[in-house]
């Protein structure tokens, strides 16, 4: 089956809302959670929740969603 590339690209447009919020989350989340108190380790850890989420997210929606 094919595709032109604008059908692709509205389909891909949403997950560029998501992937420019985690550009700017993740320099600025772990000193500010450094700030609240929460250690350096799992301030750092925090910034891999989102590429690790969509690996997964993606293929599973997609595959759910397959008639």
Not at 17 to 40: D, H, K, R, S
Not at 49 to 56: K, L, N, R
Request: glycine letters at 14%; a positive charge.
């Amino acid at each position: 089956m094919y595709f032109p590339l604008w059908k692709l690209a509205l389909v891909a447009l949403p997950q560029l809302g998501v992937q420019v919020t985690w550009c700017f989350i993740g320099p600025n989340a772990a000193p500010y959670m450094g700030f609240l108190g929460v250690g350096a380790s799992l301030a750092t850890l925090n910034n891999i929740a989102g590429p690790i989420t969509g690996f997964f997210t993606g293929p599973l929606v997609g595959a759910w969603l397959q008639p």
